[in-house]
Protein backbone atom coordinates (compact mmCIF):
# COMPACT_ATOMS: atom_id res chain seq x y z
CA UNK A 1 0.00 0.00 0.00
CA UNK A 2 1.18 3.46 -1.30
CA UNK A 3 1.65 5.61 2.26
CA UNK A 4 0.83 8.66 0.50
CA UNK A 5 -1.71 10.40 1.17
CA UNK A 6 -3.34 7.43 3.70
CA UNK A 7 -4.91 7.81 7.18
CA UNK A 8 -3.14 5.74 9.71
CA UNK A 9 -3.30 5.28 13.26
CA UNK A 10 -0.51 4.94 15.66
CA UNK A 11 -1.21 3.77 18.87
CA UNK A 12 1.50 4.47 21.91
CA UNK A 13 2.76 7.16 19.67
CA UNK A 14 3.32 9.53 21.74
CA UNK A 15 7.08 8.32 22.51
CA UNK A 16 9.66 5.48 21.61
CA UNK A 17 8.46 3.49 18.73
CA UNK A 18 5.32 4.62 17.90
CA UNK A 19 6.66 8.15 17.88
CA UNK A 20 9.29 7.07 15.30
CA UNK A 21 6.16 5.51 13.51
CA UNK A 22 4.24 8.17 13.43
CA UNK A 23 6.86 10.35 12.38
CA UNK A 24 7.89 8.35 9.18
CA UNK A 25 4.34 8.02 8.20
CA UNK A 26 3.96 11.77 8.11
CA UNK A 27 7.47 12.09 6.58
CA UNK A 28 5.41 9.59 3.80
CA UNK A 29 2.78 11.52 3.69
CA UNK A 30 0.35 10.25 5.79
CA UNK A 31 -2.53 11.66 7.87
CA UNK A 32 -1.53 10.50 11.51
CA UNK A 33 -3.86 9.95 14.64
CA UNK A 34 -1.82 9.41 18.15
CA UNK A 35 -3.41 7.50 20.66
CA UNK A 36 -1.51 7.45 24.06
CA UNK A 37 -1.94 8.20 27.18
CA UNK A 38 0.63 10.61 27.63
CA UNK A 39 -1.40 13.51 26.62
CA UNK A 40 1.17 16.22 27.12
CA UNK A 41 3.54 14.39 24.68
CA UNK A 42 0.90 13.25 22.31
CA UNK A 43 -0.34 16.82 21.54
CA UNK A 44 2.94 17.86 21.89
CA UNK A 45 4.24 15.82 19.11
CA UNK A 46 0.65 15.75 16.80
CA UNK A 47 0.75 19.67 17.11
CA UNK A 48 4.12 18.92 15.09
CA UNK A 49 3.20 16.16 12.82
CA UNK A 50 0.23 18.17 11.85
CA UNK A 51 -1.75 15.36 12.98
CA UNK A 52 -4.49 14.52 15.45
CA UNK A 53 -3.84 12.98 19.13
CA UNK A 54 -6.28 11.38 21.26
CA UNK A 55 -6.14 10.34 24.94
CA UNK A 56 -7.13 6.46 25.70
CA UNK A 57 -6.35 3.74 27.07
CA UNK A 58 -6.21 1.21 24.32
CA UNK A 59 -8.32 -1.49 26.46
CA UNK A 60 -11.17 0.98 26.54
CA UNK A 61 -13.85 0.01 23.93
CA UNK A 62 -15.89 3.21 24.39
CA UNK A 63 -12.54 5.53 24.36
CA UNK A 64 -11.23 4.15 21.32
CA UNK A 65 -14.34 3.93 19.35
CA UNK A 66 -14.39 8.22 19.98
CA UNK A 67 -10.98 8.54 18.59
CA UNK A 68 -11.43 6.50 15.25
CA UNK A 69 -14.52 8.40 15.26
CA UNK A 70 -12.76 11.91 15.44
CA UNK A 71 -9.68 10.85 13.41
CA UNK A 72 -12.19 9.46 10.25
CA UNK A 73 -14.03 12.94 10.36
CA UNK A 74 -11.24 14.71 9.74
CA UNK A 75 -8.55 12.31 7.68
CA UNK A 76 -11.14 9.92 6.09
CA UNK A 77 -11.37 5.78 6.82
CA UNK A 78 -8.10 4.91 8.12
CA UNK A 79 -6.31 2.38 5.93
CA UNK A 80 -3.29 2.06 8.33
CA UNK A 81 -3.17 0.61 11.34
CA UNK A 82 0.11 -0.08 13.70
CA UNK A 83 -0.40 -0.71 17.73
CA UNK A 84 2.74 0.09 19.58
CA UNK A 85 0.92 0.67 22.73
CA UNK A 86 2.72 -1.17 25.63
CA UNK A 87 3.24 -2.11 29.08
CA UNK A 88 6.54 -3.53 30.46
CA UNK A 89 5.96 -4.52 34.28
CA UNK A 90 8.65 -6.57 36.41
CA UNK A 91 7.83 -8.96 39.03
CA UNK A 92 8.39 -12.87 39.41
CA UNK A 93 5.84 -15.15 39.96
CA UNK A 94 6.45 -15.23 43.54
CA UNK A 95 8.70 -12.58 45.25
CA UNK A 96 12.27 -13.04 47.21
CA UNK A 97 9.83 -12.53 50.12
CA UNK A 98 7.35 -15.02 49.47
CA UNK A 99 4.42 -12.79 47.89
CA UNK A 100 2.74 -14.03 45.60
CA UNK A 101 2.69 -11.80 41.53
CA UNK A 102 0.02 -9.34 41.97
CA UNK A 103 -3.21 -11.07 39.76
CA UNK A 104 -4.20 -7.16 38.76
CA UNK A 105 -0.89 -5.84 37.36
CA UNK A 106 -0.52 -9.44 35.37
CA UNK A 107 -4.21 -8.83 33.80
CA UNK A 108 -3.55 -4.95 33.47
CA UNK A 109 -0.44 -6.15 30.76
CA UNK A 110 -2.71 -8.90 29.14
CA UNK A 111 -5.29 -5.99 28.61
CA UNK A 112 -3.01 -3.29 27.56
CA UNK A 113 -0.81 -5.23 25.53
CA UNK A 114 -3.25 -7.78 24.06
CA UNK A 115 -6.63 -7.37 24.53
CA UNK A 116 -6.14 -3.43 23.37
CA UNK A 117 -4.32 -4.61 20.64
CA UNK A 118 -7.18 -6.76 19.21
CA UNK A 119 -9.31 -3.57 20.50
CA UNK A 120 -7.88 -1.40 18.17
CA UNK A 121 -7.23 -4.37 14.91
CA UNK A 122 -10.99 -5.13 15.32
CA UNK A 123 -12.34 -1.90 15.32
CA UNK A 124 -10.11 -0.82 12.46
CA UNK A 125 -11.03 -3.62 10.34
CA UNK A 126 -14.49 -2.83 10.98
CA UNK A 127 -14.78 0.55 9.98
CA UNK A 128 -13.18 -1.19 6.56
CA UNK A 129 -15.79 -3.43 6.05
CA UNK A 130 -17.66 -1.43 3.48
CA UNK A 131 -14.83 0.26 1.72
CA UNK A 132 -13.57 -0.19 -1.52
CA UNK A 133 -9.91 -1.65 -1.63
CA UNK A 134 -7.42 0.33 -3.22
CA UNK A 135 -5.33 -1.67 -5.48
CA UNK A 136 -5.64 -5.36 -4.09
CA UNK A 137 -5.94 -4.40 -0.66
CA UNK A 138 -8.01 -1.84 1.66
CA UNK A 139 -5.58 -2.09 5.20
CA UNK A 140 -2.85 -2.77 7.09
CA UNK A 141 -2.27 -4.02 10.28
CA UNK A 142 1.01 -3.83 11.99
CA UNK A 143 1.05 -5.43 15.93
CA UNK A 144 3.95 -5.11 18.24
CA UNK A 145 5.06 -8.43 19.77
CA UNK A 146 8.35 -8.97 21.54
CA UNK A 147 11.27 -11.27 21.80
CA UNK A 148 10.05 -11.71 25.12
CA UNK A 149 7.05 -13.92 23.33
CA UNK A 150 9.99 -16.41 22.60
CA UNK A 151 12.02 -16.07 25.19
CA UNK A 152 10.81 -14.39 27.72
CA UNK A 153 12.94 -13.58 31.47
CA UNK A 154 13.18 -14.12 35.17
CA UNK A 155 10.21 -11.33 36.27
CA UNK A 156 8.74 -11.48 32.52
CA UNK A 157 5.24 -13.58 33.20
CA UNK A 158 2.82 -10.79 32.56
CA UNK A 159 4.93 -9.31 29.95
CA UNK A 160 6.18 -12.59 28.04
CA UNK A 161 2.06 -14.16 28.43
CA UNK A 162 0.69 -10.54 26.90
CA UNK A 163 3.51 -10.53 23.80
CA UNK A 164 3.35 -14.35 23.15
CA UNK A 165 -0.46 -13.69 22.88
CA UNK A 166 0.19 -10.71 19.83
CA UNK A 167 2.41 -12.98 18.12
CA UNK A 168 -0.56 -16.42 18.51
CA UNK A 169 -3.25 -13.54 17.21
CA UNK A 170 -1.18 -12.66 13.87
CA UNK A 171 -1.81 -15.53 11.83
CA UNK A 172 -5.54 -16.49 12.70
CA UNK A 173 -6.15 -11.99 12.29
CA UNK A 174 -4.73 -12.08 9.23
CA UNK A 175 -6.86 -15.17 7.83
CA UNK A 176 -9.95 -13.60 9.31
CA UNK A 177 -9.39 -10.18 7.98
CA UNK A 178 -8.30 -11.71 4.51
CA UNK A 179 -11.82 -11.76 2.92
CA UNK A 180 -11.60 -7.52 3.67
CA UNK A 181 -8.32 -7.42 1.90
CA UNK A 182 -6.80 -6.73 5.29
CA UNK A 183 -3.28 -7.72 5.75
CA UNK A 184 -2.26 -8.36 9.85
CA UNK A 185 1.75 -8.59 10.18
CA UNK A 186 3.68 -8.17 13.90
CA UNK A 187 6.77 -7.58 14.61
CA UNK A 188 8.72 -8.95 17.74
CA UNK A 189 11.52 -6.27 18.70
CA UNK A 190 14.83 -7.46 20.69
CA UNK A 191 16.45 -4.75 22.79
CA UNK A 192 15.34 -1.01 21.75
CA UNK A 193 16.24 2.31 22.97
CA UNK A 194 12.81 3.33 24.37
CA UNK A 195 12.00 5.87 27.44
CA UNK A 196 11.97 2.83 29.62
CA UNK A 197 15.75 1.68 28.28
CA UNK A 198 16.67 5.46 28.66
CA UNK A 199 16.17 5.52 32.45
CA UNK A 200 18.89 2.90 32.60
CA UNK A 201 22.41 3.87 33.43
CA UNK A 202 24.48 4.65 30.21
CA UNK A 203 27.24 1.78 31.07
CA UNK A 204 23.88 -0.60 31.57
CA UNK A 205 22.36 0.34 27.99
CA UNK A 206 25.93 -0.43 26.52
CA UNK A 207 25.89 -3.85 28.73
CA UNK A 208 22.93 -4.87 27.09
CA UNK A 209 23.41 -3.71 23.70
CA UNK A 210 26.33 -5.95 23.89
CA UNK A 211 24.46 -9.00 23.97
CA UNK A 212 23.37 -8.67 20.92
CA UNK A 213 24.73 -10.49 18.37
CA UNK A 214 25.24 -8.23 15.42
CA UNK A 215 24.87 -5.19 15.46
CA UNK A 216 25.91 -4.56 18.88
CA UNK A 217 23.77 -2.27 20.17
CA UNK A 218 20.56 -1.36 20.89
CA UNK A 219 17.69 -1.01 18.32
CA UNK A 220 16.52 2.26 17.08
CA UNK A 221 13.28 3.42 17.24
CA UNK A 222 13.92 4.46 13.63
CA UNK A 223 14.91 1.12 12.61
CA UNK A 224 11.34 -0.41 14.00
CA UNK A 225 10.14 2.33 11.67
CA UNK A 226 11.28 1.29 8.61
CA UNK A 227 10.34 -2.24 9.61
CA UNK A 228 6.77 -0.90 9.49
CA UNK A 229 7.03 1.14 6.04
CA UNK A 230 8.36 -2.32 4.72
CA UNK A 231 5.71 -3.93 5.41
CA UNK A 232 3.21 -1.56 4.55
CA UNK A 233 4.51 -1.22 1.28
CA UNK A 234 4.74 -4.67 0.62
CA UNK A 235 1.79 -6.66 -0.04
CA UNK A 236 3.16 -10.28 0.03
CA UNK A 237 3.59 -9.97 3.74
CA UNK A 238 0.51 -11.08 5.52
CA UNK A 239 0.21 -13.16 9.06
CA UNK A 240 3.98 -13.08 9.52
CA UNK A 241 5.74 -12.45 12.72
CA UNK A 242 8.93 -10.99 11.89
CA UNK A 243 11.89 -11.02 14.39
CA UNK A 244 13.98 -7.21 14.44
CA UNK A 245 16.68 -8.44 16.94
CA UNK A 246 20.13 -8.16 15.66
CA UNK A 247 20.31 -12.48 15.86
CA UNK A 248 19.36 -11.86 20.21
CA UNK A 249 18.10 -15.05 22.07
CA UNK A 250 17.62 -13.84 25.36
CA UNK A 251 18.78 -15.41 28.35
CA UNK A 252 16.89 -16.18 31.62
CA UNK A 253 18.07 -13.03 33.18
Sequence with gaps: MDIQGRAAIVTGGASGLGEATAILLT??????????????AGERLAIRLNGLFAAADVSDEAAVADALSR????????????????IAPASRTVARDGTA??????????????IGTFNLASQFAARLNAAEPIGEETGVIVNTASVAAYEGQIGQTAYAASKGGVAALT?????????????AVAIAPGLFLTPMMQAFPEDVQHALGAQVPHPARLGRPEEYAQMVEAIITNPMLNGEVIRLDGAIRMAPR
Design 71 to 86: AEAAHGPARILVNCAG
Design 27 to 40: DRGAKVLIIDTNAE
Design 101 to 114: HSLALFRKTIEVNL
Design 171 to 183: LPLARDLAQLRIR
